[in-house]
Nanobody
């Protein structure tokens, strides 16, 4: 079992920055962690993913060059640094974890563990 707790959301103006954190606790070892987001009326989409063992990262095209996913040395905390935020980045952001990398990183159904989410609101 893995528990995930996000923090760091908030309200910013366009062009601003936020850093989200996700703390993982529990006994299961994870191979991948990712950030997803869901705006009202839209499907949940992958934002960024990281392989916890090899630390390689992947991003959605919409955030490349603006967002950075990283993990701490314990590999129990994953961050999402978000720069140059845009109104279209407004959404609930979720941290997710999985113990298999058999499918693409952005596949929602491949993640059995999810946090409660943290709201990010970007005003123009």
């Amino acid at each position: 079992q893995v528990n995930l707790a996000e923090s760091g959301g908030g309200s910013v103006q366009a062009g601003g920055s936020l850093r989200l954190s996700c703390v993982a606790s529990g006994s299961a070892s994870m191979t991948g962690m990712a950030w997803f987001r869901q705006a009202p009326g839209k499907e949940r989409e992958g934002v960024a993913g990281i392989h916890t063992r090899f630390s390689f990262t992947l991003y959605a095209d919409s955030v490349k060059g603006r967002f950075t996913i990283s993990q701490d040395n314990t590999k129990k905390i994953v961050y999402l640094q978000m720069n140059d935020l845009k109104p279209e980045d407004t959404a609930m952001y979720y941290c997710a974890a999985r113990n298999s990398d058999a499918s693409r990183w952005s596949l929602v159904t491949s993640y059995p563990y999810w946090g409660q989410g943290t709201q990010v609101t970007v005003s123009s």
